[in-house]
């Protein structure tokens, strides 16, 4: 299975762009945050930019074993492939813990389900979800990547499996190697090249 066929087995492609936008907005400002380049702050109130600053110099809110594991997370969900890079190479992390600072609602939830991903996997293979093997890593998320098909002992862990996801997904499609990968190219100028042939064909014309 490929990345873009993984994605859409785990939902990503019915994720909005409302949602995309919304997630990575701050509590305080209506600006989206640009986490590739936070130095760029142009169009922004003095005020908003203070607190962009703060937050981008405060401590990171996971541990080194939290951080690990979402960033595991985020390449199974995102993974490498031959078009462009995965959730790592994007640095979906740094994404996701500015988030958690910035929107604090995020911070229970997101602990408190990686605390119920270790103890599963603790339950089940003797060891934490980052230390269990690909297979075995694989076989858990399996349980908890479907919501309509979790059973209602991994429905906790299908409501933490989806917020890593939404901020995966938004983490790395408002990066430069996510933006990228979709081929959005922005505004540029556009060259005239006629008519399509096939345009002209289903009409009968000819090229002058």
Known sequence: MNRRQSLKALGISTITTGLLLGACKTNKSSSVVDKDNLDDMTGLQDFEKERLKKLKNDPPFFNEHERLTLILLGDIIIPKD?????????????????????????????????????LQSLNRYGQSFREATTAQQMELVQLIAYPDKATPDMHQGAVFFSRVRDLTATGFYTSKIGIKDIGYMGNVPHKWEGVPKDVLAQYNLKED
Do not use: C, N, T, Y
Not at 88 to 115: C, N, T, W, Y
């Open 82 to 118: 031959e078009v462009s890079g995965s959730a790592s190479d994007a640095k979906v992390i740094e994404f996701i813990d500015f988030i958690v600072k910035d929107m604090p609602i995020h911070q229970v939830p997101l602990r408190g389900g990686l605390k119920w991903l270790d």
